[in-house]
Structures are given as structure tokens and as C-alpha cells.
């Protein structure tokens, strides 16, 4: 192949990966909890979570519950990153998936990372699972109707191209404001130590039940079809970032009661 063929097949597969290759809340929002979270943690609790993860950081540990979901081995864990309900309802654990659900799988981690009994190969599996799924629980649309599968169906355009309401909010609105997770959570808005102990308090089932509020204010926003663009993000960036903001401060909460 001659050089000048080379060099511009070369361009055009960096061309292609860079246009195809989209983070998949999406992992620059969970990376963004994890980087809030560690800022957080008390020193006791780094110590043990270094003693699990080695070197792997929060941020980079987050997003291991989307890469496993590739491999089959682990459908088991498939249900664990959401809920349904209907927009007029409570979190109720009588009603849960019989498969799991996020705060069935959030119960879970803790139990088999708190377990004595429990090896530190399971709990370094389960502490990625729980990292990710704090996050989870903090996006609104993981907490959507059953009905779309949680926004997956409520289809939009995004900047004129084909989308769906979960995906931008997972994804397309953090992507479209071009920051990375490191400069998304150096700039997270200032909150006093008061603010913290505030939104640290309650139960994992009330910080569903809060996100749920959020959740009807997004499927009351637009309708079906609908073409989003500069002035959605205007409207919601606010709460994207407040949102990831308040799952990392809630994260490190939970990583230091568990250690």
C-alpha cells in the first residue's frame, strides 16, 4: 500500500472512532461521582478500598457494572440499574423485580462487602458493582416508567439526530457541554459542611423516592419526538450537575459507614 493511501485510511479511521465512539450517566457522569466521592472519603476508608482496588480509582472503577454487561456471565446484575414505577408512586420493596433492582442490588453489595466471611475478590466485585450504582440511583430516568423502559422508548431528536429521553440524559447533555469528569467535578457548585450532612442523611429509599420527583419533572417536559437542543440544556445542565454532585457526596457516605 503506498504511503499517501495509508495516511489517509488511517485519517478516516480516526475520523470513524471518534464519531462512533460515544461514552456510554454515561461513563463520564459516573466518573464525575467517583472523582466527587473521593474528595469525601475519610482517610480509614481510602485505606480500605485501596487494600481492594490497588491502584484503580473510583473514577475509573465506576463504570465496570455498563462493561460487564457485555459478557453474559453476569445478566444476572442486568436489573439492578434501575427502577420502575409509575410517576405517582413510593418506592415500595414489596413490589420490587424479582430479579433485583437498584436498591436490592445496592442492599446487596453492602451485605457481601460487610461480610466477614466474604472473599476480597468478592468484595472488590461487588464494591465496583456498588460505586456505579449510587450513581445510578441518581439519574432520574433509571428511576423511569416501566412503560418506555425508562426513557429508552420515549423517542427525541437530539440536535436533529435520533435519540431517546434516557439517553440524553445519560449521556448527550454531558457530552454536548464538553467538559471531562475531572473539570465536571472540580467545578461542582460550593456546598457547606451543613449542606453535606443534609443531603447525606436518610435512607437509599428515600434518595429514590427524591430522584423520582425529578424523574416527573423530565417526562413533563417535553413530548414524544420532540427536536432538543441548546435551550434543553439550558433548562436542565443545572440538574444534570447537581445530580452527580449529590450522588458523589451520598457515595462517599456509604463508602465510610461500610469501612
Same mark, same amino acid.
Given at each position: ?73 453476569? &445478566? ?7 427502577? &420502575? ?60 416508567? %416501566? ?16 435519540? &431517546? ?17 475531572? %473539570? ?25 423516592? %427524591?430522584?423520582? %420527583? ?12 420532540? &427536536? ?32
Amino acid at each position: 500500500m503506498k504511503a499517501k493511501h495509508f495516511f489517509a485510511l488511517l485519517i478516516c479511521c480516526l475520523i470513524n472512532f471518534k464519531v462512533s465512539a460515544k461514552p456510554d450517566w454515561g461513563s463520564t457522569g459516573h466518573r464525575v461521582v467517583g472523582e466527587i466521592a473521593t474528595k469525601y472519603l475519610k482517610p480509614k476508608t481510602k485505606r480500605a478500598i485501596k487494600k481492594l482496588l490497588g491502584r484503580e480509582s473510583l473514577a475509573l472503577v465506576s463504570t465496570f457494572a455498563d462493561e460487564i454487561k457485555s459478557d453474559r456471565r453476569y &445478566n444476572e446484575f442486568y436489573t439492578w440499574h434501575f427502577i &420502575n414505577m409509575p410517576l405517582d408512586a413510593k418506592y415500595d420493596p414489596a413490589k420490587r423485580h424479582p430479579d433485583g433492582d437498584l436498591v436490592s442490588g445496592i442492599e446487596q453489595c453492602i451485605n457481601i462487602i460487610k461480610s466477614e466471611t466474604s472473599s476480597d475478590e468478592d468484595k472488590a466485585f461487588y464494591l465496583r458493582m456498588l460505586i456505579h450504582l449510587v450513581g445510578d440511583l441518581h439519574q432520574p430516568m433509571h428511576v423511569g416508567l %416501566e412503560e418506555d423502559k425508562g426513557g429508552n422508548d420515549f423517542k427525541v431528536q437530539w440536535f436533529y439526530e435520533d435519540s &431517546n429521553l434516557h439517553r440524553v440524559w445519560d449521556t448527550e447533555m454531558i457530552d454536548t457541554y464538553g467538559m471531562t469528569y475531572t %473539570e465536571l467535578a472540580d467545578n461542582a457548585r460550593f456546598i457547606s459542611k451543613k449542606d453535606i450532612k443534609e443531603l447525606q442523611k436518610g435512607t437509599v429509599i428515600d434518595w429514590v423516592n %427524591e430522584t423520582h %420527583e425529578l424523574t416527573k419533572n423530565v417526562y413533563g417536559s417535553i413530548k414524544k419526538g420532540d &427536536n432538543l437542543r441548546y435551550s434543553y440544556s439550558y433548562n436542565h445542565f443545572d440538574t444534570v450537575r447537581s445530580q452527580l454532585q449529590i450522588a458523589g457526596i451520598r457515595l462517599a457516605k456509604v463508602l465510610n459507614d461500610l469501612f
